[in-house]
């Protein structure tokens, strides 16, 4: 066995144990996400008492007004409140989205090195969620919000790994090292945090399988589109990702999509950047 097998073992027997002994736990959904999945989910819900809500974080609220007020939704007048972009914007949409940008503070840590590789996490998994919604408009069967939420929980088990490795100069001080300890364990860490949160099967799958280039389930599914909106986020940069021939991932075919970076109209891409600013903020 190698030292660098060696040490993933060891980082995934260690990390494990000290998630069930609770030193290390996994990430929380934050309490406003919470509190609006409970309320889209009660039949009577009032659009007036889901604002209330939502204003009690006024960051998120000023997003959700400009995503009402967006390209993508644009009606005839400006929305002016949350009441007035949750009617534009619709209940289980305004759910899905105010969950997705509460997800950022997730994404934050008062630990510079560590602050630094989750902001990296985050912009790049707002760039495959802006990519995800972007393409799920094309879709049948497929919605943009979940589309989004897809997109950003991608690698969300990253997060405790990155919370295990501050204390731990031999990955901490090591980035190869790290990096590669990331991508062995984060699909399956990813799992578990979704699975804790509740998620549904078809968005717990995805950190396991948006890299699994050859899967090929009945029809196409979120997996599927993560999976297209990762390798369309990596066009033009070094990433290994880059050097994948298209042609040869079967979820473009599922999905209908042209198997050639490039082919994707103008307004496929001030989409995708209109998503990338109001998911970031």
Not at 64 to 85: F, H, P, Q, Y
């Amino acid at each position: 066995m190698s030292a660098a097998r060696q040490l993933i073992d060891q980082v995934r027997e260690d990390l494990f144990s000290a998630i069930e002994n609770d030193s290390i736990t996994l990430p929380t959904l934050p309490e406003v996400a919470l509190e609006i999945r409970a309320a889209a989910n009660d039949p009577e819900i009032s659009v007036a008492a889901l604002a209330a809500i939502i204003e009690q974080d006024g960051s998120i609220a000023t997003r959700l007004i400009r995503v009402g007020n967006s390209s993508l939704l644009r009606g005839l007048e400006a929305v002016s409140d949350v009441k007035g972009a949750i009617s534009r914007i619709g209940l289980s949409y305004t759910s899905t989205l105010v969950t997705t940008m509460a997800m950022q503070q997730i994404f934050l840590s008062t630990k510079e090195a560590l602050n630094k590789r989750m902001r990296a996490i985050w912009v790049h998994s707002t760039d495959v969620a802006a990519i995800c919604h972007t393409l799920a408009k094309g879709q049948k069967g497929l919605k943009p919000e979940l589309a989004t939420l897809a997109g950003v929980v991608h690698q969300i088990g990253a997060l405790p790994i990155l919370n295990y490795a501050v204390g731990r100069g031999f990955l901490r001080d090591h980035p190869e090292a790290l990096d590669q300890v990331l991508i062995d364990l984060t699909p399956i860490i990813g799992r578990q945090i979704l699975e804790s949160w509740g998620f549904a099967p078809e968005l717990v799958i995805i950190p396991e399988e948006h890299l699994n280039f050859d899967r090929r389930p009945e029809k196409a599914d979120y997996a599927d589109l993560v999976m297209v909106a990762n390798l369309h986020s990596y066009v033009g940069t070094n990433h290994p990702l880059a050097e994948v021939d298209w042609a040869t991932v079967p979820a473009f075919e599922r999905l209908g999509l042209p198997v050639k970076p490039g082919e994707q109209s103008d307004s496929y891409y001030e989409q995708v950047e209109t998503m990338q600013e109001l998911l970031r903020g």
